[in-house]
């Protein structure tokens, strides 16, 4: 593939995933959000394998593999398992409307645009819009975290970021070392899975969530 | 203006196929409707049959109304149907006398449902001016949205006169593979608008007349006879316009540019397809979602308006 198809395709993927996002911000249901973070971590699968047909740089293969086996099935099923586990039907109301989160979205989607272009040297070390697309899902998800009131928006919020930092570091034209990649995925397993563990045994012995522990009592 | 444009004729004759086709969308969208629901359903000339009863019937008008409300079907029908001549059907190209272009038709699409309004709220009925309050209240959610999409893919063909705009995306033979990132999320942002711009589920029912849910079928209640017919044909008109303005700016296949008759029957056999796809869509969406509350839909607008003005952004930076 010549540099000019790939770089097209990295930019229409990264649509779509600016798309995926706005769906995850707007979720009113949190099955919706799992779903679209799950469609999210598909899409990032294929742009790992886009990049490995160009470079032909086999840790991506692995790494498309790692994301397609991981993050689009087992951690989607152990969120969907929670979710049914607890048997909560909608989610609770974020802490600011879903109006002000898109607008604050688009800000900051405009903004990470605005700043790679003025990142010349780094921008062009960079397929496509894989930067200022990285940037917007990473902080996107930071912003699922904070406005989100359970436990598990959160935890949605947080794969959202992750896959924005490994979007942009597949583009990167030398790609990551595959140690540092495998250690990423590793992490965010760990960190599912305690989250997965801690709302279950949090619900079970106190029946509470994360919106009922903003208040201390003495 | 070149003698080579697109001649007027052609432009009125497009305006006379979308008005003539604009029942038979409504007909077809309700027949798989009640197909995925497991009725038989009405055939899909239901909509021309409904139309020819009520333009053989009388008018009734409440004592409130003014002179104005007998002219308002008139002015809602005359607005779309100038909208309609907007929209590229047979053929893609310049046209050799401007008409207008995206703009006017989204302008033109306004004035309407702003007649429409205006004409609720004179009969004085309590359900028109709470179906008329209600639509003023989504409208403007609705319409800066389609002028963001309509400006994201008007910036990269430099024109906002559809005819030209489709011309130019149609040089491509293969579409999708033309299509630029911010097409992608233009187009996601229009899929979320067109239940709203054509009233239907999840914003709102075109079936019911249930006070509670009613947008626009609240507004024609004080219509009756001829002057609902109006109000009806434009509502089909309406809805087939739109369709016909997503397909120009994201799908000009069939606009091959081939000259004669058999241009043209392509060019028709393509708009066709496009539309009836579009429709399945809009079916589907009906079938398998609830009417959101009202106070839901402004953030199911903000999907869009968040897309939309992505789209642009993507375009422009």
Known sequence: MSPEVVQT????????LLFTMILILAAGQIYRA???????SFLIAVAGAVLATATGNPDLWVIAGVTLTVKTMVLPFVLHRVVQRLNVRREVEPVIPVGATLAIAVVVVVMSFQLSATLGSVHQAITGNALPVGISLTLLGVLVMATGQTALTQMVGLFASENGIFFTAMAVTQGMPLIIEIGVILDVILAALVMAIMVLRVRSTVDADIADLDELRG | MTAKGLPVWLMLAEMALLVVAGPLITGVIQKVKARLQS???????????????????????????????????VLVLAATTAAAALVPVLRAGPPAFPLGDALMLLGLLALARFLTAVGALDAGGAFGGMGASREMMVAPLIEPVLMMVVFSSAIFAGTTELRALAAYRGAWTSWIVAWRAADFLGFAAMLVLLPAETGRIPVDNPDTHLELTMLHEGMLLEHSGPGLGCMLLASH???IVTLGLVSALFFPVGHTGATGGIGLLAGAGAFALEISLLALFLALVESSYAKLRL???????GVGFACALTALALRIL
């Open chain 2, 39 to 73: 009725r038989e359903g009405a055939g899909v000339l239901q909509p021309y049959r409904d139309l020819a009863k009520l333009f053989r019937k009388g008018t009734v008008q409440s004592d409130s109304a003014s002179g104005f409300f007998r002219a308002v079907p």
């Open chain 2, 237 to 239: 008109t309406r809805q």
């Open chain 2, 295 to 301: 106070f839901r839909v402004p953030p199911y607008l």
């Open chain 1, 34 to 40: 799992i779903y679209a973070v799950a469609t999210q």
């Open chain 1, 9 to 16: 395709i990295i930019d229409d993927l990264g649509a779509l």
